[in-house]
C-alpha cells in the first residue's frame, strides 16, 4: 500500500512507481498540480484499489468510462 497526500507542488511521479510491481493500493489525495499517472501504469497487474481525491486534474483525466486516459487503469478492480 503507498499513500501520497498532501504533496502540493507535486506535477510528475517518480517513474520508480512503475517497478513496486506487489502494490496493491495506491491513493493519491491533495496533490492539486498532478496531472497524470506514469506512462506504463498499467503493467502494476497486482494494483487493485487505486483512490484519486482532491486532484482535480488527475480526476478529470481517469474519469470512469469518460477520461481522455481511463483505458489505463480500467483493470484496476476499485
Do not use: F, M
Amino acid at each position: 500500500q503507498l499513500r501520497i497526500k498532501h504533496c502540493l507542488e507535486l506535477s510528475v511521479l517518480p517513474v520508480w512507481l512503475l517497478n513496486l510491481t506487489s502494490l496493491r493500493e495506491l491513493e493519491i489525495s491533495s496533490c492539486h498540480y498532478l496531472s497524470a499517472l506514469p506512462e506504463g501504469i498499467d503493467r502494476l497487474t497486482n494494483l487493485r484499489k487505486l483512490t484519486i481525491r482532491g486532484c482535480p486534474e488527475l480526476s478529470k483525466r481517469y474519469r470512469k468510462n469518460r477520461g481522455e486516459d481511463w483505458h489505463k487503469i480500467a483493470h484496476i478492480r476499485k
